[in-house]
C-alpha cells in the first residue's frame, strides 16, 4: 500500500537544466530510508543534473530562471502568469546526476555528469544562492546522493526543460575518461574496418567472383 501524502496537494513540478534540469509544478516529498527528510506544499520541484562543463555562470543563470519562470495562474485566472517568487511559493531541490545521460546502444552513459565530489560543491552553492535571491526559509532540498523515493504530485501535468546557455568548453577542464572518448571515437573515424578494406581491396583478374557478372548470380549462366 502506498502512502498518502500528508497533505492536501496543489502540485507543481520544475524540471530545470544546467545543462538537463527538470522543473514541474505540484507537491513534493523525499523519504530516505522510511523517514521523510524534505517536503513542499505548492510551488516547483527541481530536478537538477549537473555537468562537467557547469559553471558560475551556468549556476547564476538557472538560478535567475527558476526563479522568475512564469508558470503560475494570476488572481484571475489566468496561465502562465506568475512566478514562484510572485506567489511566494516554495522551490524543493534534487540533485540528479542522471539527467546527463548519454545512451550507447541501451546503456546508459554518466561519464558528462560532474564528479560526486565536485558536484556536491556545486549543488551546496546553488542552494545558497537560491536563498540569497529569494526567501531561504522557502528553499527545500533533499540529500546529497542519498538513494531517495521521491513523491511528486504533478499539476497538469507540467514540466520544463532548461538549458543554461552554450558555453565553449576549456580542453584543460575535460576529464581523462572524456579524453579517452574523444580518442576512441576519432579512431572508429579514422581506422576502416576489415570488412571495408576487403570490400574496397582490387581484385584480381584470377579472382572468379572479379567476373563482370554480379557475384553468385547464376541467372547469366547457361546449361552445357
Given at each position: ?77 489566468k496561465h502562465w502568469s506568475k512566478s514562484v517568487m510572485d506567489k511566494q ?102 581506422v576502416p574496418s576489415e570488412s571495408s578494406r576487403e570490400r574496397n581491396a ?23
Amino acid at each position: 500500500m502506498q502512502e498518502s501524502l500528508p497533505f492536501q496537494p496543489t502540485p507543481l513540478i520544475l524540471q530545470e537544466l544546467l545543462q538537463p534540469n527538470s522543473i514541474g509544478r505540484g507537491l513534493c516529498v523525499l523519504p530516505v530510508g522510511g523517514e521523510q527528510i524534505s517536503s513542499i506544499g505548492r510551488g516547483l520541484c527541481v530536478l537538477l543534473g549537473i555537468s562537467l562543463e557547469d559553471t558560475q555562470r551556468e549556476l547564476e543563470h538557472m538560478v535567475r530562471k527558476i526563479l522568475n519562470l512564469r508558470v503560475f495562474e494570476d488572481e484571475s485566472g489566468k496561465h502562465w502568469s506568475k512566478s514562484v517568487m510572485d506567489k511566494q511559493y516554495e522551490v524543493l531541490c534534487v540533485s540528479q546526476f542522471t539527467l546527463q545521460c548519454i545512451l550507447k546502444g541501451n546503456k546508459p552513459d554518466y561519464h558528462m555528469a560532474m564528479p560526486t565530489e565536485q558536484a556536491e560543491s556545486f549543488y551546496n552553492n546553488f542552494l545558497e544562492q537560491l536563498r540569497k535571491a529569494y526567501k531561504p526559509e522557502l528553499i527545500k532540498d533533499g540529500k546529497f546522493g542519498a538513494y531517495m523515493q521521491v513523491h511528486i504530485q504533478n499539476d497538469g501535468p507540467v514540466t520544463i526543460e532548461l538549458e543554461s546557455p552554450a558555453a565553449t568548453v576549456d580542453p584543460k577542464q575535460l576529464t581523462k575518461l572524456e579524453k579517452q572518448q574523444q580518442r576512441k571515437e576519432k579512431t572508429r573515424t579514422k581506422v576502416p574496418s576489415e570488412s571495408s578494406r576487403e570490400r574496397n581491396a582490387p581484385r584480381s583478374k584470377d579472382d572468379p567472383s572479379a567476373s563482370s557478372g554480379a557475384e553468385g548470380d547464376v541467372s547469366s549462366e547457361r546449361e552445357p
